[in-house]
Structure formats: structure tokens, C-alpha cells
Nanobody
Framework: VQLVESGGGLVQPGDSLRLSCTAS????????MKWWRQGPGKERELVAG????????DYADSVKARFTISRDDIKKTLYLQMNSLKPEDTAVYYC?????????WGQGTQVTVSS
């Protein structure tokens, strides 16, 4: 199982970014996926989750109405559209899945929101 995130960067408050997570080594369409983040000096927190099929989505209260999780099972890619970014969204963002009762994480992509 391999998860590779991309799309992070340095943006200003109010800007948007779209993160991607490309998966390989497992049947992507059959597994739920999640985005987590870890800010400086903070514990890793769950940001959003999506079930297989993409019919159910959950979000942390802090990102509801600003972030949208989605998936493309043909491209084996998970997305996180982040709008109206705030400085407190600054973190390393990770995609995650559980396959065969084992947790798998990507290497993370840095998002920095600063003026």
C-alpha cells in the first residue's frame, strides 16, 4: 500500500488549495479514506472522511462548509478541496486508510496559511 500526497503550499488567508492523494497497492475503490492534519505543536486530528463509493462524508467542525473531500476511483485518487483557508489550517496534511486491519499513511504535504 502506498499513499502519496501532493498539492500543499504557502497561501494567504482566504485562498484555496486542492490536495491530492494518489493510492496504489490495494483496491482503492473498496476502502474508505480519510484526511488528517497535524499542526505545529498539536496532535494529529481527523479532518474529513469518505466511505467507499463516496456517498458518505464526514468533516471536523473546524472545516465544515470550507473543505470538501472527494474521490476518483478510476484515478485512484483522494482529494481535499480547501476554501477560505485560515492561519489555523496550517499543518501537514496526511491521507490515511485501513487495509487488512493495518493503518497506512502518506508522507504528508505541508499547507501554510500566512499573510
Amino acid at each position: 500500500v502506498q499513499l502519496v500526497e501532493s498539492g500543499g503550499g504557502l497561501v494567504q488567508p482566504g485562498d484555496s488549495l486542492r490536495l491530492s492523494c494518489t493510492a496504489s497497492g490495494f483496491i482503492f475503490s473498496q476502502f474508505s479514506m480519510k484526511w488528517w492534519r497535524q499542526g505545529p505543536g498539536k496532535e494529529r486530528e481527523l479532518v474529513a472522511g469518505i466511505n467507499r463509493g463516496g456517498t458518505l462524508k464526514d468533516y471536523a467542525d473546524s472545516v465544515k462548509a470550507r473543505f470538501t473531500i472527494s474521490r476518483d476511483d478510476i484515478k485512484k485518487t483522494l482529494y481535499l478541496q480547501m476554501n477560505s483557508l485560515k492561519p489555523e489550517d496550517t499543518a501537514v496534511y496526511y491521507c490515511h486508510t485501513n487495509v487488512g486491519f493495518s493503518n497506512y499513511w502518506g508522507q504528508g504535504t505541508q499547507v501554510t496559511v500566512s499573510s
